[in-house]
């Protein structure tokens, strides 16, 4: 059973920061792809940040420059620094990831895993 924790979510005011973090588990054999994606009220899920394998990363343009995204591949976990936080950073946010794992029959499955959500306030 893979699953995706994440935590670091929380209330902040204009201008503040957080770091959520999520973490991967289960018979990963490895990670192809993690990131974070969002969606505020009466809106559209939007991508925030992805990290494939390596050193690339991707940032939707609305956080250039504010938040990084990293990977930590010896815990199975990303992270989003999110600094500068404004108002329309309020979200859910949602770890995802692209997964190879091992299966019992010995072939491996390449699948997209989400997690359960962290909610991000920024208000005054």
């Known amino acids: 059973q893979v699953q995706l924790v994440e935590s670091g979510g929380g209330l902040v005011q204009p201008g503040g920061s957080l770091r959520l973090s999520c973490a991967a588990s289960g018979s990963i054999r490895s990670i192809d792809v993690m990131g974070w994606y969002r969606r505020a009220p009466g809106k559209e899920r939007e991508l925030v940040a992805l990290m494939p394998s390596g050193s690339t990363t991707y940032y939707t343009d609305s956080v250039k420059g504010r938040f990084t995204i990293s990977r930590d591949d010896t815990k199975n976990t990303v992270y989003l620094q999110m600094n500068s936080l404004k108002p329309e950073d309020t979200s859910v946010y949602y770890c995802?990831?692209?997964?190879?794992?091992?299966?019992?029959?010995?072939?491996?499955?390449?699948?997209?895993?989400w997690g359960q959500g962290t909610q991000v306030t920024v208000s005054s």
């Open positions: 995802y990831a692209v997964l190879s794992i091992d299966q019992v029959t010995g072939l491996v499955r390449v699948d997209r895993y």
